[in-house]
């Protein structure tokens, strides 16, 4: 078994996490989130929803995702998800399939409450089990 013990977020991150969740577009759901993507690399990239009127909005995890694809990236160690409150906010199933194209079974998904503390953790395995991925594909 993978360990699965989350990286301890400091406290400048914990504020980065929680201003990035309040800088949300959210007027339609009014749930803002806010996602903090540890690349394997140790470089930070944050990320919030963003809703459009035809609500097809962009999630929080796709933002840090695609920050983290621009510079050159490709492999999560961890990830924080801050919701607007004390509930879990755990990544939607779109976003699992999108965070497991660049999890490798190290990778710790950490859902906090609304302060920045951890509520759970997961691996990649327990948020989309037996999942679809590059090596169902056949080889180009
Ligand atoms: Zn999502």
């Given amino acids: ?52 009127a035809n609500f097809k909005g962009l999630c929080a995890e796709a933002g840090a995702i695609s920050a983290m694809i621009a510079q050159g990236e490709r ?12 509930h879990l906010c755990t990544p939607c199933g779109d976003c699992r399939q999108r965070i497991r194209e660049f999890a490798t079974p190290e990778t710790v998904i950490v859902v906090l409450d609304g302060n920045g503390a951890p509520l759970r953790h997961y691996t990649m395995e327990q948020l989309l089990p037996d999942s679809f991925g590059p090596e169902n594909l056949p080889p180009s």
Wanted: net charge negative.
């Fill in 1 to 52: 078994m993978p360990e699965t013990r989350p990286a301890p977020l400091s406290e400048a991150s914990r504020q980065a996490l929680i201003a990035v969740r309040d800088s949300a577009y959210a007027p339609y759901s009014r749930h803002p989130v806010g996602a903090l993507l540890v690349a394997e690399s140790g470089q930070h990239y944050l990320g919030c929803n963003v809703e459009s």
């Fill in 75 to 86: 492999e999560i160690a961890t990830l924080y998800v801050i919701g607007p409150g004390e």
